[in-house]
């Protein structure tokens, strides 16, 4: 004989069953976002969760080791003027053909940073009693003359003007204006593209 089941019983089984169909597995596995980064790939900015060290398979019968996905870092302090220069920055470096990393941090966590990890490294900060920030000047004060070769020092002005001074070190200075943003832009992402393409 068929023992009956309470109808309190076949309510909570449905539900739990319906619990069991809509939530998603949990992955063990996956990895958790320490910073927002941007790939570029086909032109078009991406957001991703982490650093992918390695491109997509390469389309061919015969495995082929893949390139390093180049990596470019843009610390910067923050203001409307800013935000606008490293968004048309990282927008210009994603037009080229070669898949790109660009992230994007606080300038103060620029000393927490494993530069060695990147090809290219812009700075955007502000000038000081008419110089950049002494923030960065005691950053660059310690590197070696290899790794200076990767920065690019964008100190900004409201009259445009910054006695830059920074030895071994390609460094701009623009007006904070916003119709300077597209000049100054692509001065910064010629001086990064540069970088990316030495050997």
């Not at 941090?105 to 000038?127: F, T």
């Not at 000047?137 to 009259?159: G, P, Y």
Request: net charge positive.
């Amino acid at each position: 004989m068929r023992a009956a089941f309470h109808p309190v019983l076949r309510l909570l089984r449905g539900l739990a069953a319906l619990l069991i169909l809509v939530l998603p597995p949990v992955s063990a596995q996956e990895p958790v976002a320490q910073a927002v980064e941007n790939r570029c790939q086909d032109g078009h900015l991406q957001l991703v969760k982490h650093v992918d060290p390695q491109l997509p398979a390469a389309k061919s019968i015969a495995a082929q080791e893949p390139e390093p996905l180049k990596q470019v870092l843009i610390a910067t302090e923050t203001s409307h003027f800013k935000e606008a220069i490293v968004a048309e920055v990282a927008e210009k470096l994603c037009q080229g053909r070669q898949p790109l990393l660009v992230k994007r941090i606080d300038l103060n966590r620029l000393a927490a940073e494993p530069i060695q990890n990147y090809q290219a490294i812009v700075i955007v900060n502000s000038c000081r009693a008419w110089r950049p920030s002494s923030t960065v000047r005691d950053f660059l004060k310690k590197l070696d003359d290899t790794d200076k070769m990767k920065f690019v020092v964008l100190t900004t002005a409201n009259s445009g003007e910054c006695d830059l001074k920074i030895s071994g070190v390609d460094a701009i200075s623009a007006a904070s204006k916003r119709t300077g943003i597209a000049a100054v832009s692509q001065t910064v992402v010629d001086m990064v593209r540069a970088r990316l393409a030495a050997p």
